[in-house]
């Protein structure tokens, strides 16, 4: 049995390998850390104070790093499919707070005020997005954001090479449609070019459950 073997999807198993253990020393360092503050902080304005926070496919925890600076009492917990970075994880926050496998396995237990992902839906297989956005809104007891790339229309394009690994559409949009108590209360754009804290051109939706 190889690793491919032990998931749902080709796309799990390129995450959980070589290729997303090679992901960790890309997506680190003061700068980037500094691009996650100044986009959570905009995209996090109208929720006002956020004690919990559930990061769906966290990595090393880039993002659950720039929360603590914002909300120091907030409480974390991770999802991370990949064992280099989940084993960082674990340190950052408490391995009780870090499950290691697959979103797909990841069974919601208990609701934090805000449900987190960035960066990965568009690395899911389409058919699969129904369940990731299942949990999304089952761990959340209020607010859910999703940073990815949009595309107004489904579209599937090249990933450092790879076909098959990076899919952009109207994920928020589908959300909404989904699940009709979901209210989006703000939006915005975060862009590679930007001169003080350049990002990785990802569009960001905050919704509210009401």
Not at 59 to 74: D, F, H, T, V
Not at 102 to 108: A, H, L, M, P, T
Request: net charge negative; with cysteine; aromatic share 12%.
């Amino acid at each position: 049995m190889t690793a491919a073997d032990n998931y749902a999807t080709p796309q799990e198993a390129f995450w959980a390998g070589e290729f997303g253990t090679e992901y960790i020393y890309r997506n680190d360092g003061a700068q980037m850390l500094a691009s996650n503050l100044n986009l959570l902080s905009k995209a996090l304005k109208q929720a006002g104070r956020i004690s919990s926070c559930l990061e769906f496919g966290a990595n090393i925890g880039m993002n659950l790093k720039a929360l603590q600076l914002l909300y120091p009492n907030i409480h974390l917990k991770a999802v991370e499919i990949n064992p280099a970075a989940a084993k960082l994880l674990a340190n950052l926050i408490g391995e009780s707070n870090v499950f290691e496998g697959s979103i797909f396995e990841y069974q919601v237990s208990d609701q934090v005020d805000i449900s987190l992902i960035r960066g990965v839906l568009i690395h899911i297989h389409p058919d699969m997005l129904p369940i990731v956005y299942e949990k999304l809104y089952q761990a959340s007891k209020r607010f859910i954001l999703l940073g990815e790339y949009y595309n107004p229309s489904p579209v599937s394009i090249s990933y450092r090479g790879h076909a098959d690994r990076l899919f952009k559409r109207d994920f928020a949009g589908e959300m909404l449609e989904k699940y009709p108590d979901l209210t989006l209360v703000d939006y915005g754009f975060v862009y590679r070019r930007d001169p003080a804290f350049p990002d990785d051109d990802i569009t960001w939706f905050l919704m509210e459950k009401r």
